[in-house]
């Protein structure tokens, strides 16, 4: 577990077992934010909260943008 401040904002981090990042919850001007990783350090989900509303974004194992589902002010978009 590691909690860093930084002028951006506050961060916690997640390793497992053998030290590597799985979980990072920050805190930033534009809004919270929970990042998602594999067992190889790949990200494979985020999820934010803008000024705009929330966006969840699904990543392939090479870290390719697969699924972005948005609740944002101008209607919910679904894109795959």
Known sequence: VMLSVSEKGPSLYL???NGKLRVSLSVSGKGPSLSLFDVN??????LS???KGPSLYLL??????EAVLDALEKGPSLNL
């Open 41 to 46: 350090g790949k990200l494979r989900a985020a």
């Open 15 to 17: 390793s497992d077992a």
């Open 49 to 51: 909260v803008s000024g």
């Open 60 to 65: 392939d194992a090479n870290e390719k943008m």
